[in-house]
C-alpha cells in the first residue's frame, strides 16, 4: 500500500507564474486569491512594476506572498525545475495543443504535485501568453467564460484555477485516497507509483536543443524553412511527457546519433573519433586545473 499522501506538500508544489504583468495591483489581487486557496508560491516572470505599494495594498493580507515571490526575467527560467506545467489560453492556435478543463486540469495537478513541482501560468493581461510560451507548458486550460466577454481579470482567472485545484486536493484528503486518479485518457497500474520523476522544463528543454541540433545536422530540419517541425516535435513529447530516464535515454540516443553522423561526414573511424575525444578531455581536465 503507498503511503498517505502528504496533502500540504500537494499544496507547496504549486506554483501560480504570471507573465509579464503590467499592473502591479494584478500581482497584489492574484496574490491574495492565491493565499485564499491555500497557495503560497508566486513567480513573476519581468514585472513591468514590481515591488510596488499598489501591488501590497491589493495584497491586503497577502503581503508575505509577495515578499517570498521569485522574480525571473524568462517562462523557462520560471519552470525550469517544473514537472507539470500548464499555461491559461484563451485563443485558439495554430496547431491544437492538449486542451483541458479547469477541472481536468485540477486531477493533473492533484497527481503531479505528490512528486513533481507544478507551476500554473498565467498571461498578459491584454494579450495573454505568446505562441513560443504556450509550447513550454504540457497542457493549455480553457476557462469557459461567456462569449460575450471571455476574457477574465487576471486575479479572476487565477482564483478559479486555484480553486479547481483546492477543492480537488481537498476531495482527495476527505476521501483518504491513497492513490493518484489516473490523468484524463491515460492509464495507471493500481497500487503501483511511478519509479522516476518527470523530467524538469530545463531538462526537457535541453533535450528539445540536443533533438534540433541533430536533426539540422542530418539535413532533417531546415531552420530555414521550419514548417513547424519542432512545434509538432514539442507538442509529441508534450503529450507523452517523459520522465527523467527517459529523458537521457533519448539524450544518449541523439548522441550516439551525432558520433555516428560525424564519422561519415569526417570519414573517420571509432578509434580516430575516440582518440580525438580522449584528447580533448584531457586537455579540457589541464584547463580547468590552471
Same mark, same amino acid.
Given at each position: 500500500m503507498s503511503d498517505p499522501i502528504d496533502f500540504q506538500a500537494c499544496f507547496d508544489n504549486v506554483r501560480i507564474v504570471?507573465?509579464?504583468?503590467s499592473h502591479p495591483g494584478n500581482i497584489g489581487a492574484a496574490a491574495r486569491a492565491m493565499k485564499n486557496m491555500g497557495l503560497s508560491k508566486l513567480t513573476l516572470v519581468d514585472?513591468?512594476?514590481f515591488p510596488s505599494p499598489v501591488a501590497n495594498g491589493r495584497a491586503v493580507s497577502a503581503v508575505n506572498i509577495l515578499? @517570498? #515571490?521569485? &522574480? %525571473? $526575467? %524568462?517562462?523557462?527560467? @520560471? &519552470? @525550469? /525545475?517544473? /514537472?507539470? &506545467?500548464i499555461g491559461t489560453s484563451a485563443r485558439?492556435?495554430?496547431?491544437?495543443?492538449?486542451?483541458?478543463?479547469?477541472?481536468?486540469?485540477a486531477q493533473h495537478v492533484a497527481d503531479d504535485s505528490r512528486q513533481n513541482e507544478v507551476a500554473l501560468v498565467f498571461g498578459r493581461e491584454d494579450s495573454g501568453l505568446t505562441n513560443e510560451e504556450l509550447q513550454l507548458c504540457h497542457f493549455h486550460v480553457n476557462i469557459p467564460a461567456d462569449e460575450k466577454l471571455s476574457s477574465l481579470n487576471l486575479a479572476a482567472a487565477v482564483m478559479v484555477i486555484s480553486y479547481e485545484v483546492r477543492m480537488e486536493l481537498l476531495k482527495r484528503e476527505a476521501e483518504g485516497q491513497l492513490a493518484p486518479v489516473a490523468p484524463v485518457d491515460e492509464e495507471i497500474v493500481e497500487g503501483v507509483d511511478w519509479d522516476?520523476?518527470? @523530467? %524538469? /522544463?530545463?531538462? &526537457?528543454? #535541453? +533535450?528539445? %536543443?540536443?533533438?534540433? $541540433?541533430?536533426?539540422?545536422?542530418?539535413? +532533417?530540419?531546415?531552420?530555414?524553412n521550419p514548417r513547424l517541425l519542432m512545434l509538432r516535435m514539442r507538442r509529441l513529447f508534450g503529450r507523452i511527457r517523459p520522465d527523467q530516464m527517459e529523458v537521457s535515454v533519448l539524450r544518449g540516443f541523439l548522441s550516439h546519433i551525432d558520433m555516428l553522423n560525424e564519422r561519415a561526414t569526417r570519414n573517420i573511424t571509432v578509434e580516430q573519433q575516440r582518440q580525438e575525444k580522449r584528447e580533448a578531455n584531457l586537455l579540457k581536465g589541464q584547463n580547468d586545473s590552471e
Open positions: 504570471l507573465v509579464n504583468t514585472p513591468e512594476d515578499e @517570498a #515571490a521569485t &522574480v %525571473t $526575467k %524568462t517562462l523557462e527560467e @520560471a &519552470v @525550469a /525545475g517544473c /514537472g507539470l &506545467v485558439i492556435r495554430s496547431i491544437p495543443w492538449p486542451l483541458i478543463s479547469p477541472q481536468q486540469c522516476v520523476p518527470k @523530467a %524538469t /522544463g530545463k531538462q &526537457v528543454e #535541453a +533535450f528539445y %536543443t540536443h533533438l534540433e $541540433k541533430t536533426m539540422i545536422d542530418l539535413n +532533417f530540419h531546415d531552420p530555414a
